[in-house]
C-alpha cells in the first residue's frame, strides 16, 4: 500500500524560510515523479515543483523558481521542498504526489499526501 506523508508546514513571516518533507512508503521515490502542489482557498490546486529520478529531472512554476528547491533523499525515500523568501501568495495547502508519468498535470498523479498547510504573514 502506497503511502505519502508530508510534515514540515507551518506559520512563517513573509520573507522567511520553511522546508517540507515528503516521506514515502510503498514507492521508491528515484523511479516516480514525485510532485508539490499547492492549493489555496478558493483556487484550484496548482503544480509547484517536480522531480524524477536522482534529480536528473527538476520543474518549477514560474512564481517559485529562484525561491523553491526540490530535493531527493534515497537512503531515506522522501522528498523534500525548501521554500525561501516566502510571500503571503505562497500560503496554502502543499501537497505531495506520486505518478510513474512525467507530468505537471495533478490529473496524471495517482498517489497523494494528506496535505500539510503553510501560511505566510505579510
Known amino acids: 500500500q502506497v503511502q505519502l506523508v508530508e510534515s514540515g508546514g507551518g506559520l512563517v513571516q513573509a520573507g522567511g524560510s520553511l522546508r517540507l518533507s515528503c516521506a514515502a512508503s510503498?514507492?521508491?521515490?528515484?523511479?516516480?515523479?514525485v510532485g508539490w502542489f499547492r492549493q489555496a482557498p478558493g483556487k484550484e490546486r496548482e503544480f509547484v515543483a517536480g522531480i524524477r529520478g536522482r534529480a536528473v529531472l527538476t520543474a518549477y512554476t514560474d512564481s517559485v523558481k529562484g525561491r523553491f528547491t526540490i530535493s531527493g533523499d534515497n537512503a531515506k525515500n522522501t522528498v523534500e521542498l525548501q521554500m525561501n523568501s516566502l510571500k503571503p501568495e505562497d500560503t496554502a495547502v502543499y501537497f505531495c504526489a506520486a505518478t510513474s508519468h512525467i507530468s505537471r498535470s495533478r490529473d496524471d498523479y495517482d498517489y497523494w499526501g494528506q496535505g500539510t498547510q503553510v501560511t505566510v504573514s505579510s
Open positions: 510503498g514507492l521508491t521515490v528515484s523511479s516516480y515523479t
